[in-house]
């Protein structure tokens, strides 16, 4: 299997500003919870524009499966070590809480609602059906792009609903047809996106241009924004697009600026090649709660909010690194059936 190093530095940056997001709500990134889940759907979108011929051809059985090994397996099998992982812990502190956690995360797990960050696995494997199904069934009214059409109108849906309790599975369904929209967005700008070159001056700095353009745009738009589509929370639709997109664009331009710089593109694009590792520990197994508290107690709350979360940081990808390697370099890896994977620029 041949991976981009460029999307993979992309996806180590939106995996970074997830933790920040989860450690103390963008302490350091105050854009990052803007894009940071909205950046994987899309770069799904680019990696599958990259083979357009390839994914017409596409039998639905075939994508579906090829899907489930990728998305659900793993879903299923970190949803039961979260479990008894759960129940584990629930036994330690109080047994008389074990019945309810445990009935809890056993719902979550086979509703597809997922526990923790592990709710977007599902919904990123519902999202990818739904554009292909859209890209078969109207192959000759647009086909992916119509997925385009439905995420908008879903986001509407849950802004005119944010305040009601949708069944489970309307929410599901509402945030993948969401999800499938940016999706078909990153299939459209596949094209653009991997002729897009910094080996020049002229294009590095139009890239630079660029990214910092959109990067106060989005540092604009966020004070009015706050948004959550795992929970269908979407704010105003207009900068929810506005700020998400823009967002977007910044990580994607980003991570071509990083090519310059020979540490920062080997440290994301690892980060990036193994984000589903990082997406699965880093919150549900307490390592950002026990690092918050590591901190809290060794410097206490007043050695700054930004020197708070740069170290928070720093100490959650150094633990993350290291299990990152015990994962991949045992059979811990067939959790995720991980891929032996060749990298190209």
Known sequence: MERNRTIDVAKGIAILMIIDVHLQSGAVFSVGETFHVVTFFVISGIIIGSDK??????????????????????YGTMSILFILFTVFISLLKDNLLFSDRFSSAVIKTVTFQGVGTLWFLPVL??????????????????????????????????WLFEKCELPEGVTLMLSSSIAAGFIAIGYDISPFFYKLSVKS????????????SMFFLNKYFVRFYEADIHILKIGDPAIYFVCS??????????????SYVKWLDSLFSFLGRNSL????????????YAVYLFLLKAFGDPCGHLLFGLLS???IVTIELTLILIVTKTPLRYLYKLPEINIKR
């Open 245 to 258: 997109m823009s967002g977007v664009v910044f990580a994607l331009a980003l991570s071509c600026i990083f």
């Open 53 to 74: 011929k390839k994914y017409e051809k596409e039998t639905i059985y075939s994508f579906v499966i090829k899907k489930f090994k990728s998305l659900i397996y793993p």
């Open 277 to 288: 590792i990082i997406m699965t520990t880093h919150k549900e197994y307490y390592i950002t």
């Open 125 to 158: 494997f519902f999202a990818e059906l739904i554009a292909f199904a859209y890209s078969k069934v109207f192959r000759r009214f647009g086909g992916i792009q119509w997925a385009i059409c439905m995420g908008i109108i879903a986001v509407y849906i849950s």
């Open 313 to 315: 940081l720093v100490l």
């Open 201 to 212: 001056r002229k294009h590095l700095f139009i890239v630079i241009v660029g990214s910092l």
